[in-house]
């Protein structure tokens, strides 16, 4: 069955902007969860959603937001972009939440750069 | 704020040996997952455990999991070149919220 994909898989920003990340899980994932990479910081998890609602969220300012639809599609948006804000970022889907300990499937991650 | 460590960092070993990466973690969780990374890749789910004593192998790869010590381990056997990548493991929810923490990566080279 189709992995998770993420769209677009590359962009180039410029600082003060805002972008707008789609993800699109495994076919009957529910539950979705964002990412943020980086050489620096490592993995850093960014926030998780089931049936469209959020249920946990990492330690980024509020300039970095998501939502999921009734598909389970997620978004994320980070507004007034900052070159500190560069960065893979990987989404995940799973049958269920993390609590649930179910397997979390990667897509191949968008790579944001910010000029 | 939990706090997941791994060491080595960097691991350069010859095919055909054996080694183990470790993974500690500062507070009670009992799930504890492994993840590979290729360059420029995304990440491959390796193993997930969920319980005290949880034991897993796949191929050359063995993990476990000692929640007590809040400690687990990635046991690699007679190391061939295709296992070179970095590997993360991930811990949580834990007692103390739900977020989800990787740990630092450590970066194998498998040396012919």
């Known amino acids: 069955k189709a992995g998770v994909t993420q769209t677009p898989r590359y962009l180039i920003k410029t600082r003060g902007q805002q972008v707008t990340l789609s993800c699109s899980p495994i076919?009957?994932?529910?539950?979705v969860s964002w990412y943020q990479q980086t050489p620096g910081q490592g993995l850093q998890f960014l926030f998780e959603y089931f049936s469209e609602t959020q249920r946990n969220k990492g330690n980024f300012p509020g300039r970095f937001s998501g939502r999921q639809f009734s598909n389970s599609r997620s978004e994320m948006n980070v507004s007034t972009l900052e070159l500190g804000d560069s960065a893979l970022y990987l989404c995940a889907s799973s049958l269920a939440p993390h609590r649930e300990g179910y397997e979390q499937y990667f897509g191949p991650g968008t790579r944001l750069t910010v000029t | 704020e939990l706090k997941v460590e791994q060491n080595p960092l960097f691991l350069s070993m010859q095919e055909g040996k054996n080694y183990t990466i470790y993974c500690n973690y500062s507070?009670?969780?009992?799930?504890l997952y492994w993840y590979r990374q290729d360059p420029g890749k995304s990440l491959e789910s390796l193993f997930v455990l969920l319980s005290n004593g949880a034991v897993k192998q796949e191929g050359r790869l063995m993990a476990s999991l000692d929640t007590k010590a809040r400690l687990s381990t990635l046991h690699i056997t007679a190391a061939v070149h295709d296992l070179s990548a970095t590997y993360f493991c991930?811990?949580?929810?834990?007692?103390?919220?739900?977020?989800?923490?990787f740990g630092t990566g450590t970066s194998l080279t498998v040396i012919p």
């Open positions: 991930a811990v949580g929810p834990s007692n103390t919220g739900n977020q989800f923490y």
């Open positions: 076919s009957g994932h529910r539950s």
């Open positions: 507070t009670t969780s009992d799930r």
